[in-house]
């Protein structure tokens, strides 16, 4: 239940939010996950190709934690509210962490195309919802976010061809 000092006005009905904002939410916390693990294999790549990885990669985690304000501020214009802490983010990823000490360079690039993938699927969600909610400023966003996850993924895989 919302709080009244966070009741938001919004012509949409209550309950179609709710699904909404639930899979914005859920694509939220997939976009820290992937940011934090795309940091991560930014900052321990190594090899022959580490300069255009690690340019590559920091590049991409600016792309992710771009789009993470946009997302959260759609859940509040929605009359809903969004993640409060790394607990939050926790309960609700769908992206696996890795912990490892050591990850090739070819599996950085593997795991995150597969991530990256995995987080389209995640918009897909979200549009669906946006749809059948009737929340057409959503639908039309959630577009760009896509078409962004699909090109790093094609990135990823292209980086990773021999």
């Known amino acids: 239940m919302t709080s ?3 009741d938001t006005p919004t012509d949409l009905a209550r309950n179609d939010t709710r699904s909404v904002a639930d899979a914005l939410n859920a694509s939220l916390a ?7 693990k795309t940091k991560n294999f930014h900052w321990h790549v190594s090899g022959p190709h580490f300069r ?14 771009g789009v993470t304000d946009a997302i959260a501020e759609r859940v509040r214009k929605t009359g809903n509210t969004t993640l409060r802490s790394i607990g939050d983010i926790g309960r609700r990823q769908t992206i696996v962490d890795n912990d490892r000490e050591f990850v090739s360079p070819e599996d950085m690039l593997a795991e995150l195309r597969d991530d990256n993938r995995k987080l389209v ?21 959630v577009d760009e976010w896509t078409d962004q996850a699909e090109e790093r993924a094609w990135f990823l895989f292209e980086a990773s061809r021999r």
């Open 121 to 141: 699927e995640s918009f897909r969600a979200v549009k669906t919802a946006a749809e059948e909610a009737g929340d057409n400023a959503t639908s039309g966003i």
């Open 52 to 65: 255009d990885y690690h340019l590559m990669l920091d590049d991409q985690a600016a792309q992710i934690l």
């Open 30 to 36: 997939d976009c820290y996950a992937l940011y934090l």
């Open 4 to 6: 009244p000092a966070l």
